[in-house]
């Protein structure tokens, strides 16, 4: 009732100014907001005064106005300007008092309210992004960035330090704690700034800080990890700091040992490794290495599933002048990992991913295809959700329908359904992929061990004793007791393993390296124990159509003999019985699905 008052007040004095001007001025003492009310109800009075009365006296009409804003219904003759102006009188003193302004202030409280309200929503829905929180932009923008660029001068590493030493930092992990990460940045400049011939000091400072930083990090109890190496070469030496999210953290109790795996998301974009896990001496666990596994499965393993499809085991090159062997191999192990996955198959949403997959393959063969027509390249997607936009990149290259497709193609591959169904393929594949890795802690635990008859032909050596930690055979012999140690206990069956052996050994890419000759040396002292005599093989010097035949005769055998073999061929080459994981825990930190 208040500002129907104020608001007659106002057309009063415009009255007696006879102007409308007048009023509105009148109306400058209140709330900005209840102003802009009042303004409105002023027009709109106005306009009744005019059309309820014949007297059209501006004076006149905004009195009578004045009078209509506090009775609507008055006792004057609306026409009688005396009888308008006595009642008007009548009513007494009304005046306009100037007052906080709590319309506008409580209007933007509620605005603010509501906008904060929208923002907390947006942060409680939004997918959880590792990268954004303090802790991984600081590792991935701060501390991996700033060995990375430890040997320049300027911006770069300035930029680096600031993010470290920035507040989001202190609050994440205390004064001391960004201190540790400072103290890494300066052992890495020191060793990035040193001769290789005399840096030895410098190198194992630079290791040894890494070490406390992760330290921290489980001191803490911060889901995150880095694990730093060395590179070096006549222009110096490189330092290297991974740094990951912990998505997954596990403790096994292995043959008596307890074995710490961490499942982990790389922060950083720095040096990727092509392996699916890894783990050193100095490494304080076995690492699962999500982002390499869950390009294993989408570019190579699921597209193979539908019917018709095939499993590409050979490098690009061989392919495209393929020998009947390489499409008779390849045809069969997609049947292989069908085999392998027919528990899981029953699932619609494994069946789905596998399908959609199989579609997105074709597609980029096609583009690839296209573009390397244009003089253009391709970068085929390594991930579930795609590194970049390529419907919008390739807009002006590719055809409407095929970008249209794409699109719907990942819209269902997003669908909650499907990631729940490729969530399940991952970790069941990640179970062997941990078993791997938890064996060679375990056999680092042990000491020296010779080298097995079979890894010695392999790599040509004479002296089981001559395998220094670190070369080459001593590499070939502890991937050869994983891969028995994976075939032999995994959760599955062995058959996905022993396919993604063989593709090690039948790719260029990866034929000379000490995975692929312990992924033979697997293939044949499996194969000795299911009657495959290794002697021909061996003889004809393992050409890589003798490890597809290998593969074969070996994946014909049920599941169970291939387990019960590569347990036998494990006792036989070491001398000591497969050590079996007595428990398994899990602790699971928030998924990051990126």
């Not at 040396?521 to 061996?538: D, F, M, S």
């Amino acid at each position: 009732m208040a500002l129907a008052h104020e608001l007659s007040a106002a057309l009063e004095e415009g009255a007696r100014q006879v102007s409308l001007v007048s009023a509105r001025v009148a109306l400058r003492p209140l709330d900005p907001l209840a102003r802009l009310v009042a303004q409105r109800r002023m027009t709109r009075l106005i306009e009744r005064a005019k059309r309820e009365s014949t007297n059209d006296d501006p004076a006149h009409v905004l009195r009578l106005a004045a009078l209509l804003a506090v009775k609507p219904v008055p006792e004057a003759s609306l026409d009688d300007a005396r009888a308008v102006e006595a009642e008007l009188t009548a009513l007494g003193p009304r005046t306009i008092r100037k007052r906080p302004p709590w319309w506008t202030l409580g209007a933007l409280a509620f605005v603010g309210c509501v906008v904060a309200g929208i923002v907390v929503l947006r942060s409680v829905l939004a997918p959880f992004d590792a990268r954004a929180t303090p802790v991984g932009h600081a590792l991935d923008r701060g501390l991996s960035e700033g060995v990375r660029v430890a040997s320049s001068r300027g911006g770069a590493r300035d930029a680096a330090r600031a993010v470290v030493g920035a507040e989001p930092s202190k609050r994440a992990f205390g004064d001391d704690g960004v201190q540790e990460l400072v103290r890494l940045l300066d052992a890495a400049e020191r060793l990035a700034a040193v001769n290789p011939e005399s840096g030895s000091v410098e190198r194992d400072a630079y290791l040894a800080s890494a070490e406390n930083v992760g330290r921290l990090l489980q001191k803490k109890q911060l889901p995150y990890f880095v694990d730093a190496d060395v590179l070096s070469g006549t222009a110096g030496y490189r330092p290297i700091l991974m740094s990951s999210y912990v998505e997954r953290e596990v403790t096994l109790v292995l043959g008596g040992r307890s074995v710490r795996a961490l499942h982990l998301w790389r922060l950083d974009r720095g040096v990727r490794f092509g392996a699916l896990g890894y783990t050193r001496p100095r490494t304080p666990a076995a690492l699962v290495l999500l982002d390499q596994v869950e390009t294993d499965l989408v570019r190579w393993v699921l597209p193979a599933l539908p019917e018709g499809e095939s499993m590409e085991l050979v490098d690009d090159d061989t392919r495209l002048r393929p020998e009947p062997w390489v499409t008779d191999v390849e045809r069969r192990a997609a049947g292989v990992l069908r085999r392998h996955y027919e528990p899981f198959r029953s699932d619609p949403a494994v069946e789905r991913v596998g399908r959609l997959l199989a579609r997105r393959r074709a597609l980029v063969k096609k583009w690839t295809a296209s573009l390397s027509g244009q003089g253009l390249s391709f970068n085929v997607p390594e991930r579930l959700v795609p590194e970049g936009d390529y419907a919008k990149e390739l807009e002006i290259r590719i055809t409407r329908a095929n970008l249209r497709e794409w699109d719907e193609l990942h819209a269902e591959l997003l669908s909650r359904e499907t990631l729940a169904g490729f969530a399940k393929l991952r970790d069941r594949y990640t179970l062997s992929i941990e078993r791997h890795e938890a064996q060679h802690r375990y056999d680092f635990s042990r000491g020296f061990i010779p080298l097995p008859e079979l890894v010695l032909r392999m790599v040509g050596a004479e002296n089981p004793l001559d395998a220094p930690e670190g070369g080459y055979a001593a590499s070939v012999r502890n991937e050869f007791s994983s891969y028995l140690a994976q075939l032999g206990t995994g959760s599955d069956s062995p058959l996905l393993d022993l396919v993604l052996m063989t593709r090690l050994s039948l790719s260029r890419d990866t034929v000379g390296t000490a995975h692929a000759h312990a992924a033979v040396t697997c293939l044949l002292a499996v194969g000795r124990e299911l009657g495959i005599a290794p002697e021909p093989y061996l003889e004809r010097g393992m050409r890589r159509r003798d490890v597809a035949d290998l593969f074969l005769a070996i994946v014909s055998h049920p599941p169970a003999s291939i387990r019960s073999g590569a347990v036998a061929a494990y006792q036989k080459s070491f001398g000591v019985p497969l050590p079996t994981v007595a428990s398994r825990t899990v602790h699971d930190h928030v998924a990051w699905r990126h």
